[in-house]
């Protein structure tokens, strides 16, 4: 069974920083693109990264947000940086990066950034 | 202000047959392939057809996607209490090389 897991949220002050994590099982993970998507309280998705042949980033976090995996892991990572109150979100990866639609998702984690 | 523009809402009574709009531009729709999305209360969002048209393994036959020009239409037949959720359409906007979502439609089965 395909799965992905994501950790690493919590509480973080404004300008801090976080790491999160997705671990992936059940599918060659080396073999796919992968993204990161997340949704603020109340309100829609909004796509943050994607790892395909390229790396891709929303106007939103780019320069502050890093996208990263590590295959021998089998794990995707998004470090973000200069973290602002609205980048306060659950956040989601998926299977399938780039111009390739998701179609696996994480039950997310939760990231707040407040003082 | 997202980029691919649906409806907030969308009802209809069990049984019944339900259309939710998404309608984008050249640079989304128009040129890259649509993708649509349930997200039931407090989950992660799940694909429910993918390059406009095609459903995933497990997606009863009652969901159904086309596309047009610049834009795209989920279908929903056979209404089910448990179709209650939003739904998303998504696709690739090339002149941003960003994934982008539509707002999304709350669908309320009466």
């Known amino acids: 069974e395909v799965r992905l897991f994501e950790s690493g949220g919590g509480l973080v002050q404004p300008g801090g920083s976080l790491r999160l994590s997705c671990a992936a099982s059940g599918f060659t993970f080396s073999s796919y693109g992968m993204s990161w998507v997340r949704q603020a309280p109340g309100k829609g998705l909004e796509w943050v990264s994607g790892?395909?042949?390229?790396?891709y980033y929303a106007d939103s976090v780019k320069g502050r947000f890093t996208i990263s995996r590590d295959n021998s892991k089998n794990t995707l990572y998004l470090q973000m940086n200069s973290l602002r109150a609205e980048d306060t979100a659950v956040y989601f990866c998926?299977?399938?990066?780039?111009?390739?639609?998701?179609?696996?998702w994480g039950q997310g984690t939760t990231v707040t950034v407040s003082s | 202000q997202s980029v691919l523009t649906q409806p907030p809402s969308v009802s209809a009574a069990p049984g019944q047959k339900v259309t939710i709009s998404c309608s984008g531009s050249?640079?989304?729709?128009?040129?890259?392939?649509v993708s649509w999305y349930q997200q039931l209360p407090g989950t992660a969002p799940k694909l429910l057809i993918f390059?406009?048209?095609k459903r995933p393994s497990g997606i009863p036959d009652r969901f159904s996607g086309s596309k047009s020009g610049t834009s795209a239409t989920l279908g929903i037949t056979g209404l089910q209490t448990g179709d209650e959720a939003d739904y998303y359409c998504?696709?690739?906007?090339?002149?941003?090389?960003?994934?982008?979502f539509g707002g999304g439609t709350k669908l309320t089965v009466l």
């Open positions: 790892s395909g042949n390229n790396i």
């Open positions: 998504g696709t690739w906007e090339s002149s941003l090389s960003a994934w982008v």
């Open positions: 998926a299977r399938g990066g780039g111009t390739n639609t998701m179609d696996v």
């Open positions: 390059e406009s048209n």
């Open positions: 050249s640079s989304n729709i128009g040129n890259n392939y």
